[in-house]
């Protein structure tokens, strides 16, 4: 093993150390400060946002950008808390739900104290439009009791675009939105952009507080968010020590275990350190921990080496967390995704895996961030990055590019030109996410109607304004277009969302998700005029279309004539998995598969058609395949057997995609049967008559109640949601 020093960035002194006192804050911030963050010094983005600047003082949008680990949360939250100490209501957006429930639980846990300080009744409330942990959905009201609201952009994107929330947000005082660099990602970024630009534009428009770690290009967010005061520190405090490892034998997970139980062993015998490791899967944090409890020997305190991913519950994470913060547990194995976000502060961080299995690399900003997490109160942190043999990062670009720290800057995910950063998520993003912010637009305007004009207007605001201006009107023609009936044009020239868009944009669907699925319900009306496949549609075939229109990798598996026999042996079992897509169009040999039929209404165009054109049943064997596993896993199946069935491994990461994904898109899915979404189509194309109409709505709502029928195990609040 080869080890790559990338130097120490930061200071080893806080320059001019201050105490609060110094700051001058005025009531009642001295003692809100001490409820928060006990007895401490502040930190010197602290000192600059609220001593200097005075932002306490001020009304202005404001960004903070300084590295990880630098204090910028407790600013965040003393300008929400100011808006609440006014009337107002505040909200709090973190990434991610796990994130958003532990600083939920942090200011629960503080409520009471707070309110005696601000001298007002103080109500806090999460909102993730979770239905499994909040019993809400997407499309659920705003929660009306509440002063400060944490919440997901994704779920305050969807109580945004409801015109019914109106009064409720333009009671909103100040808006935080925490890890902002996230618009910059071309996945959720928009949504984060949108989000910020619909706030902007409203009347009176919230204080804006924007909290990263990206040091970058900030002037053009500055002039976005204008007037705007930027708290800019680029010097670590605690410094951090950054290493790169490159393992040199075959490179395996085994191999890259022992070298972390060996690090583990050799920090942990400093009875003052604690150490978290990052890796990529739940699977593996959960093995690695095992590992490691065997290994160290109770060398990681009395509560061992805990794993902590989003497959534990709510309860068990926070056990492992304070375990951690306790310092019972010497030891914590993280997945990235959670630990991202997640307030852990240890003295060594170890990233195992800085390429993740069919994604791709990590970007060095991702991976310094993680690094970024070592360093604990004044002690200097040290954090190692394991490269493995034959991974995307080569170990000298990784080495030089945390050596120079260079940290791309708030920029919109349509930037044009952005550079391709390696494991930067720097694709461009799709039409279907493009026309996400334009309909969820429509939306808030339904009733009014909107112009192309206008629409150019309000996006002119966006931080990717002059782009995403340019494309306004090819993304209204998209949304407008015959094939997916999101949006149509009035007589007077305004775009307004139809049924099926304004369904499709309060559950958050993916837009090409949902266009694909009403174009198969409406090609399937139209040539089936007795409505038999209707009828027929099982829980399987709802599953088996989400599969298609949202396919993914499982396990790695390929197509093969071997699982296209599986599959078929499998769809003789029991009746529920009779499904009409299978018997009629997905199943057979290359000569009379009809799957191509299929995927054109879903409206997937295969790239690369093999010779004898058989990608679309490879294609749909495929995504059944898929179904047929999630069925198995769902109705409550062993996943070690499933896992035997199907020469299929690591199952149990199924479970987290099944309830943050599959149950989600299935819950929008069955949003869209309403035979509101096809009536013009049902009486113009179909010519239907009154008593096809009532059949087909039957028939909808039929298929609504079945979308749940794969699912013997979810709860009854799960159940009540789909319902309602
Ligand atoms: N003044 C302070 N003195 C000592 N510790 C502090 C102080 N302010 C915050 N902390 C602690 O420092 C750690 C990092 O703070 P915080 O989570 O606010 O960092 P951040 O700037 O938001 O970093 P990131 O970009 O990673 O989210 C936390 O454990 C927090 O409790
Ligand atoms: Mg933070």
């Given at each position: 093993m080869r080890?790559?020093?990338?130097?120490?960035?930061?200071?080893?002194?806080?320059?001019?150390?201050?105490?609060?006192?110094?700051?001058?804050?005025g009531p009642p911030w001295p003692g809100v400060v001490q409820i928060l963050a006990g007895n401490c010094e502040p930190r010197p983005v602290q000192a600059l946002a609220l001593g200097e600047q005075r932002l306490l003082d001020k009304r202005c949008n404001a960004i903070l950008a300084a590295p990880t680990n630098a204090g910028k949360s407790l600013v965040g939250l003393l300008l929400l808390l100011d808006a609440v100490r006014l009337g107002q209501r505040a909200v709090l957006l973190e990434p991610l739900r796990a994130i958003a429930?532990?600083?939920?639980?942090?200011?629960?846990?503080?409520?009471?104290?707070?309110?005696?300080?601000?001298?007002?009744?103080?109500?806090?409330?999460?909102?993730?439009?979770?239905?499994?942990?909040?019993?809400?959905?997407?499309?659920?009201?705003?929660?009306?009791?509440?002063e400060l609201i944490v919440a997901t952009p994704e779920r305050f994107d969807s109580i945004l675009r409801n015109p019914d929330n109106a009064s409720w947000i333009e009671q909103i005082g100040c808006v935080?939105?925490?890890?902002?660099?996230?618009?910059?990602?071309?996945?959720?970024?928009?949504?984060?952009?949108?989000?910020?630009t619909a706030l902007k534009c409203l009347a009176t428009p919230p204080r804006l507080v924007l909290l990263s770690a990206s040091l970058g290009k900030l002037e053009q967010a500055q002039a976005w968010l204008h007037p705007c005061e930027v708290t800019r520190l680029t010097e670590r405090f605690p410094p951090l020590r950054k290493e790169v490892w490159e393992l040199s034998g075959?490179?395996?997970?085994?191999?890259?275990?022992?070298?972390?139980?060996?690090?583990?062993?050799?920090?942990?015998?400093?009875?003052?350190?604690?150490?978290?490791?990052?890796?990529?899967?739940?699977?593996?944090?959960?093995?690695?921990?095992?590992?490691?409890?065997?290994?160290?020997?109770?060398?990681?305190?009395?509560?061992?080496?805990?794993?902590?991913?989003?497959?534990?519950?709510?309860?068990?994470?926070?056990?492992?967390?304070?375990?951690?913060?306790?310092?019972r547990s010497r030891c914590l194995i993280a997945t990235t995704a959670l630990g991202l976000g997640v307030n852990l502060p240890a003295t060594h961080v170890l990233v195992r895996d800085t390429t993740f299995a069919g994604v791709g690399p990590l970007s060095a900003a991702d991976l310094l961030q993680m690094m970024g997490r070592a360093g604990r109160g004044d002690r200097e942190g040290h954090a190692v990055a394991l490269v493995r043999p034959n991974e995307a990062w080569r170990a000298e670009e990784l080495a030089a590019a945390l050596r120079e720290e260079r940290l791309p800057g708030l920029t919109s995910a349509l930037e044009p030109g952005r550079p391709a950063r390696k494991g930067g998520g720097g694709t461009t993003p799709s039409t279907s996410a493009k026309a996400a912010p334009v309909l969820a637009q429509l939306l808030r305007r339904q009733e009014q109607g909107i112009t192309l004009a206008e629409m150019e207007t309000f996006f002119s605001q966006s931080l990717g304004g002059q782009t995403m201006t340019s494309e306004v009107g090819m993304l209204l023609a998209w949304l407008c277009d015959s094939s997916r009936c999101l949006?149509?044009?009035?007589?007077?020239?305004?775009?307004?969302?139809?049924?099926?868009?304004?369904?499709?944009?309060?559950?958050?669907?993916?837009?090409?998700?949902?266009?694909?699925?009403?174009?198969?319900?409406?090609?399937?009306l139209s040539v089936d005029a007795e409505d038999r496949f209707l009828s027929q549609w099982q829980g399987l075939d709802h599953l088996i279309l989400l599969e298609l229109l949202n396919p993914r990798s499982l396990a790695g598996r390929r197509f093969?004539?071997?699982?296209?026999?599986?599959?078929?042996?499998?769809?003789?079992?029991?009746?529920?998995?009779?499904?009409?897509?299978?018997?009629?169009w997905l199943r057979g040999s290359t000569d009379t598969c009809r799957a191509s039929d299929v995927l054109g209404s879903l409206g997937i165009h295969l790239r690369r058609q093999s010779a004898v054109d058989d990608g679309a049943r490879q294609t749909a064997y495929l995504a059944i395949f898929r179904a047929a596993v999630l069925f198995e896993r769902a109705g409550g199946e062993d996943a070690s057997k499933v896992e035997r069935r199907w020469g299929v491994s690591g199952l149990e990461g199924i479970e987290e995609r099944w309830r943050d994904e599959t149950l989600w898109l299935l819950w929008g899915l069955s949003r869209l049967l309403e035979v509101r979404c096809f009536y013009y189509h049902l009486r113009e194309v179909c010519s239907a008559g009154d008593v096809r109409v009532r059949r087909v709505k039957g028939l909808l709502r039929q298929m609504r109640k079945r979308v749940l029928t794969p699912f013997s195990e979810v709860s009854s609040c799960c159940k009540r949601a789909f319902s309602s």
């Open positions: 080890r790559i020093d990338c130097g120490t960035s930061g200071s080893r002194r806080l320059a001019g150390r201050l105490s609060w006192q110094d700051l001058d804050l429930r532990e600083k939920y639980d942090e200011l629960q846990a503080a409520r009471r104290a707070l309110a005696e300080r601000l001298d007002r009744p103080l109500k806090f409330r999460i909102t993730t439009g979770d239905y499994r942990l909040d019993q809400e959905t997407f499309t659920s009201p705003p929660p009306s009791h509440g935080c939105v925490d890890e902002a660099h996230l618009i910059s990602m071309s996945h959720r970024g928009l949504t984060l952009e949108y989000v910020i075959s490179g395996g997970e085994d191999e890259a275990n022992q070298v972390v139980a060996a690090h583990a062993r050799e920090v942990l015998s400093d009875a003052s350190a604690q150490l978290l490791v990052f890796v990529y899967q739940t699977r593996s944090a959960e093995k690695l921990a095992g590992t490691l409890r065997e290994l160290l020997d109770g060398r990681a305190g009395s509560a061992d080496p805990q794993p902590y991913h989003a497959s534990l519950s709510t309860a068990q994470r926070e056990a492992a967390r304070q375990a951690f913060l306790s310092g949006a149509y044009e009035d007589e007077h020239g305004r775009y307004r969302p139809t049924v099926l868009g304004r369904r499709a944009a309060e559950a958050m669907l993916p837009l090409d998700l949902a266009a694909g699925a009403a174009q198969l319900l409406r090609d399937l093969s004539e071997k699982l296209a026999e599986q599959v078929d042996g499998w769809m003789e079992g029991p009746p529920q998995r009779a499904s009409v897509l299978y018997r009629e």
